[in-house]
Nanobody, 126 residues
Framework: QVQLVESGGGLVQAGGSLRLSCAAS????????LSWYCQAPGKQRELVAS???????NYADSVKGRSTISRDNAKNTVYLQMDSLKPEDTAVYYC????????????????????WGQGTLVTVSG
């Protein structure tokens, strides 16, 4: 009864920028840590950046200094600003929430754990 939907992916030239968004839908009361992962063709999914409900962020070494994760708790949305993009950044980017507290169909509080979005493709041409 909760869903994560990413947007903002696309084709960009090397050195360019993109801003990814991920909005959580449903009768949400709170979201714990939100993260962005990427999965390049033939590779495992890996963490890009994460941000706690309190705003503490963490980045993979590969994107440090080039990316900024942020969240708007009022909109239940997390963003990933990616600058100075490189061809090796090409991947499907997935949004992840480790815990979402929401009101279910019986108007009871429920927890959705380990939620993933459907992914958005980022292609960086070199």
């Amino acid at each position: 009864q909760v869903q994560l939907v990413e947007s903002g992916g696309g084709l960009v030239q090397a050195g360019g920028s993109l801003r990814l968004s991920c909005a959580a839908s449903g009768r949400i009361r709170s979201i714990n840590t939100l993260s962005w992962y990427c999965q390049a063709p033939g590779k495992q999914r890996e963490l890009v950046a994460s941000i706690t409900s309190g705003g503490r962020s963490n980045y993979a070494d590969s994107v440090k200094g080039r990316s900024t994760i942020s969240r708007d708790n009022a909109k239940n949305t997390v963003y990933l600003q990616m600058d100075s993009l490189k061809p090796e950044d090409t991947a499907v980017y997935y949004c992840h929430a480790d815990q979402i507290i929401y009101l279910n169909s019986r108007n009871s509080l429920a927890a959705a754990l380990d939620k993933w979005g459907q992914g958005t493709l980022v292609t960086v041409s070199g």
